[in-house]
């Protein structure tokens, strides 16, 4: 027996917590967070937590390296007052395009991570839809990897997409976009995009070719994150020159950094489906094509299921 469930959060997305929290039915844990006026982040907590079952939530979102170690701060404030099982929630994964040595003299980074997240006091890891799902095997400790799929799947059925062609912006991202057309019963398409400039500068991306037939269907760019914008922007000018009636996009992570909201306004994409792993209220406002979705009636079963010794694969069977 793992004590009795407590779940606190961070500040990266306290919206999120305190819907994860709703959804558990379960108040959420009292915790001080605050900065010293030279940047440093302090952390008390505020109830007993020895002998409990923790749940740290804080997605690792811009700026990454301030909420990363808030995270830290928040394990190891755990692990020193007793918690008897600690797990760290990560509903967005910072640094996970870093998981390989692509080039020479460069880091990986994403495995620095997951051993300041071990050290710092977490015993296990709950996450959503990793960039790459390989990351799980840089922690020693157990990693409860969900995915966004079934909430996206819920919204396509309410709005009734016909004739729907699932699209891969990239060769990379192939694996997720054919699980996601297998669930949803439709053809798939891949972009070929050649990217000069290893630098991802965005005028360095081109699209070249659509592989598979699009014509006439409805089109939906389907990928994990949702950075600058630039290969779903132009991967849908290159569905609608090849004949497809409409474009959609569903990604997981919403960073849109910079100028990703006005592009996205001025491009043929009709829908953006995004979750609220980032808090993107702000963005929102300005770009009426976001269709954010919540994924803390997920996160909280997954929760639940940890916290009671059950299958949490089960989820999406």
């Known amino acids: 027996m793992q004590g009795p469930l407590k779940v606190f959060c961070g500040r990266a997305n306290p919206a999120l917590g305190r819907e994860i929290c709703r959804a558990l039915d379960l108040e959420q844990g009292k915790i001080d967070l ?26 690792t979102t811009p700026p990454a390296h301030k909420n990363l170690m808030e995270m830290l701060i928040l394990l190891e404030t755990m692990r020193r007052s007793s918690a008897r099982r600690i797990t760290a929630v990560l509903p967005y994964f910072a640094y996970a ?14 495995r620095l991570v997951a051993n300041l997240l071990t050290t710092a006091g977490a015993q296990r890891i709950l996450a959503m839809d990793l960039h790459a799902p390989q990351i799980q095997g ?52 891949i972009i070929d995009k050649r990217k000069p400039d290893p630098k991802r500068a965005e005028d360095k991306v081109e699209v070249m ?20 914008g630039s290969t779903i922007i132009k991967a849908s000018r290159a569905l609608i020159a090849q004949g497809a009636d409409s474009v959609h996009a569903a990604c997981t992570h919403a960073l849109l950094s910079g100028e990703a909201a006005r592009r996205l306004n001025d491009s043929p994409i009709r829908q953006v489906f995004i979750t609220n792993t980032i808090d993107t209220a702000d963005k929102q406002q300005t770009c009426p094509k976001l269709v954010s979705l919540t994924v803390a009636p997920l996160l909280g079963e997954a929760i639940q299921r940890i916290h009671e010794d059950d299958s949490v694969s089960s989820l999406f069977v």
């Open 34 to 59: 605050y900065d010293f006026p030279d940047g440093e982040t302090c952390c008390q907590l505020k109830e007993n937590v020895r002998g409990a079952d923790v749940f740290v939530v804080q997605p």
């Open 97 to 110: 395009r870093q998981d390989r040595k692509d080039k020479p003299r460069v880091p990986i980074t994403s």
């Open 138 to 189: 840089f922690f020693d400790i157990p990693v409860d990897h969900l995915f966004a799929i079934p909430v996206i799947l819920d919204e396509f059925r309410r709005q009734q997409f016909e004739n729907v062609v699932i699209v891969s912006p990239d060769a990379g991202g192939v694996e997720r976009a054919r699980a996601f057309a297998t669930r949803c019963h439709a053809d798939l398409a």
């Open 209 to 228: 070719n659509v592989v598979g037939e699009v014509a006439g269907k409805t089109a939906v760019l389907v990928d994990d994150m949702l950075d600058t």
